[in-house]
């Protein structure tokens, strides 16, 4: 067993001020890929993944220094079985790995814990503090991109002895004094670190989300992820991770009002709704021509709209609109808003704030003259490359060919390996310059070559076509996988050809029809290969064609 090493990669994608960078995705930590940052911020490694739980009395008056000893039967150790997908073999799972992390007892009977702890998780288990018995639990809902779950348990009597957490209502102020509960590496028994509130910010998490953060400095290590931060007697966040490299006690919680936040965002089926935000490409005002070229006064301050999520005529944003103001709140020349009178964030943190049924208020200056303008917000940063968000990768066999399709997470892996991007680059591969396009159509979607030719006569002669993004089949365009696969069902030449989208090298292949299906089942059984696709897939490529 070992403890949950902060989390998985997650590419970063850049919020509303600028597109996501691949290069910037990966940090590993302990021996694990790092969580999503801020574009603007180092990477963050996510934290690890224990917790656990014992009997408590009524919480007793606490300082903000010495929290009720009550706490610490609020707080469970999470143990999970997970199976990560293998982006090259879409046909399989990874080797189970044995993790564990922490947990916090909240309201209505369920344990919160970050959502890297349970990812791909085919068994959960809690254990209450001071607890010898461990219990089954199932994930209840989950947002990978806050990293955030919720747990419940098959038998719930494990709450009638142990209290729900209560959150603070506000934000913590800085330098107030922190606890933090969990079960990090090295013991078994819980454990509690000392520190301070050190930063609040509104920063980058996971994919395309971005939300408020906070930095302290009290010791995180793996283990710690999903254990609640004290303040007094009152939870103020969730460890989720540290940050990297030779940096130490640099640690981050996710606060509470983010977890109300996600909390609101359950539908009665305990689906997770997503979290509102813009996705516009802005800059800032500071620069002095800039300001004379727009004609501003000295009082006019802003965020510059550089490119607008959409060119439609109806978009309230257009090129060189300067937003002064979300909602009555002044932005400044460089984005950032006034919380108080110690804190200032960037002010998409305003938008989770203001917005009334998915528009948000903004106050532009365009061509001198002032406007208001309600600007709908997205629930993800729309883009060729898609997020996997918890889900198995889709595949598609057919012959020695495997089909799947680009994700974030396909290229985070490429990054691991040098040669594997450098490959990349130098066949000006798609999955590389169309990182952060929307799509061009609805529905576009970059289908990869996921793995090499399986050894079969059919493909003799051809070169390795793995990483390389399909474009044609028998010259027509292809705009994603499942489009590919009806591709494929309707061709009715003798042959079949595919054309990939490469700058530099790479082949056209050529196969013959009717023995691509005998080929396919051979392929199957040497290999040992349950499915030749992945359930959608198959009920596409068994549909009668039109």
Known sequence: MKSCPFGRSNLLHRGAVG??????????????????????????????????????AAPAPASAETPSPAIENSVVKVFSTVRDPDPYKPWTKREPAEISGSGAIISGNRILTNAHMVLYA???????????????????????????????????????????????????????AVMVYGYPTGGASLSITKGIISRIEFAGYNMSVHGLRIQ??????????????????????????RLGGGTQNIGYIIPCEEIELFLKSLDASGNYQGKLAMYDDLQT????????????????KGMVVHRPISSDASYPLKEWDVIAKIGDVPIDDQGMVSINANLRVHFGYEVQKVAVQDKVPLTVIRGGKTMKVDLPLLKERPSVITESEGKYPPYFIYGPLVLSEATSQFI???????????????????????????????GERLTVVSSPFFPHKLDKGYGNPAMQVLKTINGQKVKNLAHAVTLLRD??????????????????????????????????????IRDQGSPELMAIWKKTAK
Request: aromatic share 6%.
């Open 216 to 241: 302290i400095d009290a010791a995180i290590n793996p283990g710690n992820s999903g254990g609640p931060a004290v303040v007094g007697d009152e939870m103020v966040g969730l460890a989720f991770s």
């Open 122 to 176: 085919s068994q959960v288990q809690v254990q209450a503090n001071q607890a010898g018995d461990r219990v089954s639990a199932r994930v209840e809902a989950m947002a990978p991109g806050i990293d955030l779950a919720i747990l419940k348990l098959d038998d719930e009597s494990l709450f009638a002895s142990r209290p729900a957490l209560r959150f603070k209502k506000d934000l913590p102020g800085s330098k107030d």
């Open 412 to 442: 985070a892996q490429l990054t691991r390996a040098g040669s594997g991007m450098v490959k990349l680059i130098l066949e000006g591969s798609p999955l590389l310059t169309r990182l952060g396009d929307k799509p061009a159509f609805e």
């Open 491 to 528: 061709a009715k030449d003798e042959f079949v050809t595919f054309a990939f989208d490469v700058r530099l090298g790479g082949e056209t292949v050529v196969f013959p029809r009717a023995e691509m299906v005998t080929a396919t089942d051979e392929i199957l059984t040497d290999n040992g």
């Open 19 to 56: 597109i996501f960078s691949i290069f910037l995705a990966i940090n590993f930590a302990i021996g694990a890929a790092a969580p999503a940052t801020s574009p603007l911020e180092p990477p963050v490694t996510l934290a690890p993944r224990p917790g656990a739980s014992a009997p408590p």
């Open 285 to 300: 005002l500071e620069n002095p021509a800039l300001r004379k070229l727009l004609h501003l006064d000295a009082e006019a």
